[in-house]
């Protein structure tokens, strides 16, 4: 197993940006990497994924407004989140696309005026 540590979550206005950082424990090189988020009662959503080679796709909901990147040196998968709504209140996660993995605690995002 990777552990896996979200950071970079916290309380904003609706409108503006965070970025969350995730470090891996070990290699996510050749990895597809994906950023999800629970709401209380919910599934969890995948929000983001990006390929080893930086290829990104996105669910409707935020295309435009968040951008995944990784560093695979650091090991480290990021979520700039831009014009942030009320309804992008969650815990996001990271975690491998399609290689099962226990998860981290998350980052508890919460937009509100």
């Known amino acids: 197993q990777v552990q896996l540590v979200e950071s970079g979550g916290g309380l904003v206005q609706p409108g503006g940006s965070l970025r969350l950082s995730c470090v891996a424990s070990?290699?996510?090189?050749?990895?597809?990497m994906g950023w999800y988020r629970q709401t209380p009662g919910k599934q969890r959503e995948l929000v983001a994924s990006?390929?080893?080679?930086?290829?990104?796709t996105y669910t409707d909901s935020v295309k435009g407004r968040f951008v995944i990147s990784r560093d695979n040196a650091k090991n480290t998968v990021y979520l700039q989140m831009s014009s942030l709504k009320l309804e992008d209140t969650a815990v996001y996660y990271c975690?491998?696309?399609?290689?099962?993995?226990?998860w981290g605690q998350g980052a508890q995002v919460t937009v509100s005026s």
């Open positions: 990006i390929l080893s080679g930086g290829t990104t």
């Open positions: 070990g290699s996510i090189f050749s990895y597809v």
């Open positions: 975690n491998f696309r399609y290689r099962v993995n226990s």
